[in-house]
């Protein structure tokens, strides 16, 4: 089993920016092949956000390429998400999730395993 917990959201004004982590134990963190952020909105859907996989090549939602920034510390069991130009457009409720899968997927399914979220809010 891995226990996932992210931190690091809150209230932020358009134009700023956040860094959120997500602490991983349970398991070794360096066996899993993909860790990935989604984030829902109220009333919609959860969307993939970003992914990075063993190596290091990370992905991007359009929406937030050129903005976020997905990185992973395997020494420290931890991943992150830096998000820099927050727009409103940006609050959700964001998770970080880890795939057994090789390949990156940027579907919710194929994540095995969740952390409990944490709320981004941008002000405009």
């Known amino acids: 089993q891995v226990q996932l917990v992210e931190s690091g959201g809150g209230l932020v004004q358009a134009g700023g920016s956040l860094r959120l982590s997500c602490a991983a134990s349970?398991?070794?963190?360096?066996?899993?092949?993909?860790m990935g952020w989604f984030r829902q909105a109220p009333g919609k859907d959860r969307e993939f956000v970003a992914a990075?996989?063993?190596?290091?090549?990370?992905y991007y939602a359009d929406s937030v390429k050129g903005r976020f920034t997905i990185s992973r510390d395997n020494a420290k069991n931890t991943a992150y998400l830096q998000m820099n130009s927050l727009d409103p457009e940006d609050t959700a409720v964001y998770y970080c999730?880890?795939?057994?899968?090789?390949?990156?997927?940027?579907?919710?399914?194929?994540?095995?395993?969740w952390g409990q979220g944490t709320q981004v809010t941008v002000s405009s």
């Open positions: 999730a880890a795939s057994l899968r090789i390949s990156v997927s940027v579907i919710s399914d194929e994540y095995d395993y």
């Open positions: 349970g398991r070794t963190f360096s066996n899993y092949a993909i």
């Open positions: 990075i996989n063993w190596a290091g090549t990370t």
